[in-house]
């Protein structure tokens, strides 16, 4: 049975929309990333907590007052905070994130109970759950998190309407990891992303092919001998819009520098 719950603690209210049976999502505030709900039959798990303590405290309270199972995990999606600072209020849970999560600095001092390289494998009792590190992609420490008998996928800050990219990010590999979720999907799939409304197959696979074409014109720009400074006024039109794409191209030039592609300055040639 379907439900949905909200939950005022501390003055946060989350509200948890059903999106599928037995999965629930909520909107962590400030930082508005989301927060899954996944209930099997013997267990519960939690897919990301929230930008601090106090939200992570939120977000469990809230939701072991709308399931019937006790919540015994949470995994978490990639190293940014706003997505698992949250955990720090679940010490008695199993935490789960992936073995580079740790890569970064952070500022509180925990870290995942659990760790893997490719594969982790979950069941919830009626429900298995697979956690799946295609490669780096958003962040070297992305986790997707596949559901098969609730048709759901969890892709984390993998599916964004206007990716952002940072120093750990890998936007040459961005696209075939989406490929990759995609491949374990039906049409009827659920995607669910860090932040925003849930989606289809179709718009993993449309965010897929953006930022492929998007890398793929810087790279032909940068070979072309486009300076940095050049790269957003050398196209007619990007895919994203223009704070996405002014954030995004340092890191996609170094990114092009990491496999040797770099922007050549061309000296006139005597007499032309």
Known sequence: MRRSGATMLAGMELEWKPIADRVWLAVTPIDDANVTLVAGSRRAMLIDAGGSAEVGAAVLASARGLVDVPIEVVVVTHHHLDHWAGVAAMRELEIIGHERLLDQPHDFALAPTTTFSLIHALELGDCFVELAHFGPAHTRSDVVVIVPSRDLIVLGDLLEDEPQLDETSAPDKWPMVLDSAIGSSRASTVFVPGHGAP?????????????????????????????????????????????????????????????????RKQLPIRGV
């Open 199 to 263: 989606g289809t197959r179709e718009d993993a696979a449309l965010c897929g092919g953006k930022l492929g074409y998007t890398y793929g014109l810087v790279e032909e720009f940068v070979q072309r001998g486009v300076q940095p400074a050049d790269l957003y006024d050398e196209a007619e039109e990007w895919p994203f819009a223009e704070a996405t794409m002014r954030a995004a191209l340092p890191w996609m030039v170094t990114d092009l520098e990491r496999r040797g592609i770099v922007a």
